[in-house]
């Protein structure tokens, strides 16, 4: 029996090399097809090595390259599986856990441990990472088979039954092994004759999926990292088939071996880490020949999204917009031109990894002159004058259309590694300038917005304090004209000197209040009724007219409001409450009532004025520059309002018309405040 495993493991060997080229020449191309032809690959050139070194068939070299096809066989199931769901998610991380461990134990097993020729334990490594690896093989077929739809079975039942064997027999091997504590002559041999015969199996389940494939979806960073670690794995199983090798020499010769590619390994893997061009080559190579399409578009899109709307403090708009770009192609950067508002040509607005281009390309320039001509993207001739003077050379021009016209474009810099463009490469990159486009708009309409608001919010503060200069403006009139009459009355002398010394603190006021507002002005405590009785004594100089404090709690608390704001507020109210009772032809009868609440103040100002409609208190009374007055300015009312709501009060009106009028304001104490 043992001078037949020569014969069959070389007959083994044979037919699983033209299997691999039968799936090369006849086998659906793709990521999937590639793994299978590797795992035939590995298994056939496993089987070489045993028919070329019968009499030491498990050695670290043969039982390396078992390991490494047992491994193959395990990640082209996990490439089959379907996409995870909540149901399945659980139990691929267990399949994924499991295979990691068979992975490190088949390491382990690799360079430590080589099958024993006499005691066979399952506590040894490299027994138990065949082990691992048939159980979790037969794990991996099963869920494949029973997390596949019934109408896709018809594709993968060859391909399971043939790898299910394999593993079931190898499972049926091995423990046979540990249980007689020997290896079975006759089942190692019978290996091979069985797995000729499943051969097929396989080569059948190759043509059925020639024209359709097995749904597989797949990320391709998984990729990535697992073909990362089929490396790393491939990389320690040639470190220790060189040692073996060298070791034939000498035993130093295959210590030396192993260090020396060792720290080669090391080097190369520093430099694959810190060389952009080197994983740009290397991702082009997945790609390539992984993937059908060349793009994860879910990804690509989350990508673009990401790196525009989550802004980095260190890195500018404009660098964002770029990058976003660049990296579709795998340039390490750009220059973006813009179209400003009413202006002809396209200015600099900013660069990533070059440097400030600083100038303006006009909309006669032949680069724009084509994207505006509706040119989607365009690739730089180097034969060709350059896009800009005295700058880096450019590679390609992508455009920024948003609403159907040319607001500006992204030139890019050559990529790190020769980028082979095609049609799919043009179509995202239009797809990711439109986006970029529609971006750069809705920053536009944003910065637009907020210049309005507060451009909006300076005419409303401007409109407040000439409405307050108004006011000031009449008390100093009607003050000239009692000075007429009364200039020699030594108590009208200080009467007005205190009026006018008051007039121009207000108007200093006001110009402090015109560059900030009430909003930013922090809340005080007032005393209301100290405060409102120095109001009303100052209206009473200035209009002459006398307003009655009916009632006033001296227990009422401080109000949180900003001084001025307060003023304001008050000024305007017993204002507009003389002004109708003068219109009325009654004058004199306006009355103040100070009231304390639990958490609040109430100020209530009556009048025996005309009175309004309820009709006008609706639509008309607190509306801007809306007025009953000759010469009022009807901002007055709107103003008291907003001051008072900003502070979180509240201002409601009673009116009868042709019997008067009566206003009441509620404003928070600043004990309440604080404690909020």
Known sequence: MARLIPFLYAAWSLTYGLLALYAALFGRRGRVGLVLIGAILLTALWAATIASFPAIPFSRMAGGLELARDAAW???????????????????????????????????AVFTDAVPEGDLAITSPAIAARLGFAIANLLLIENLY???????????????????ALFVYDLMLYADAIMFRRFSAPLFAGRAIIAIGLAPLIALAVRRNRKRGIAVQISRSVVFHTTTLLASGIFLLALAGAGEVFRHFGANWGVLAETCLLFGGIVVIAVLLSSG???????????????????DYRQEWMRCITALATPDPAVTLHERVIRATAEVVDSPGG???????????????GSLNLPPAGVMLGSDHPLF????????????????????EEYPPLWLAVPLVHAGQLIGAILLAPPRAPFRLDGEVFTLLRTIGQQVAVF????????????????????????????????????????LANAEFHLDNPEFQRDMLATVRAAAA????????????????????????????????TLRQSRGVPIAITRADRQTGKIAMPLEAFDAVITHLLDNALDAEESAGRPGHVELRIVAMENEAVIEISDRGVGMTPAFIRDELFRPFRTSKRAGSGIGAFQARSLVEK??????????????????LSLPLLASVEAA
């Open 506 to 537: 207000k108007i200093s006021t006001l110009l402090v209040r015109l560059n900030a507002p009430e909003a930013e002005a922090a809340p005080v405590g007032i005393a209301p009724v100290e405060r409102i009785a120095a109001i009303v004594a």
């Open 74 to 108: 395990y990640g082209f199931g996990l490439f089959l599986l379907p996409p995870p769901t909540s149901g399945l998610r659980p139990f691929r991380q267990t399949l994924l856990a499991l295979g990691l461990l068979c992975a490190i134990l088949a390491v382990f």
């Open 335 to 349: 220059v973006l031109f813009l179209r400003a508002a009413g202006e002809a040509g396209f200015h600099w607005a």
């Open 440 to 479: 750069i708009a809705e920053q536009r309409a944003a910065q637009a917005l907020v210049e309005t608001r507060h451009l909006r919010e300076y005419g409303q503060r401007f409109a407040f304090i000439a409405h307050d200069i108004k006011n000031v403006s009449s008390q100093l009139s009607l003050l």
């Open 277 to 295: 061009s080197a994983r740009s080559r290397l991702k082009s190579l997945f790609v390539d020949h992984f993937f059908t399409s060349r793009y």
């Open 369 to 388: 002159a084509r994207l505006d001509a509706g040119e989607s993207i365009i690739v730089a001739d180097p034969a060709a004058e350059p896009w800009i």
């Open 647 to 664: 502070s979180g009060g509240s201002l409601h009106v009673r009116s009868i018309e042709g019997t008067g009028t009566s206003i009441r």
């Open 146 to 164: 029973r997390n596949t739809r019934i109408e896709q079975r018809w594709h993968i039942n060859l391909l399971v039954i043939a790898i299910g």
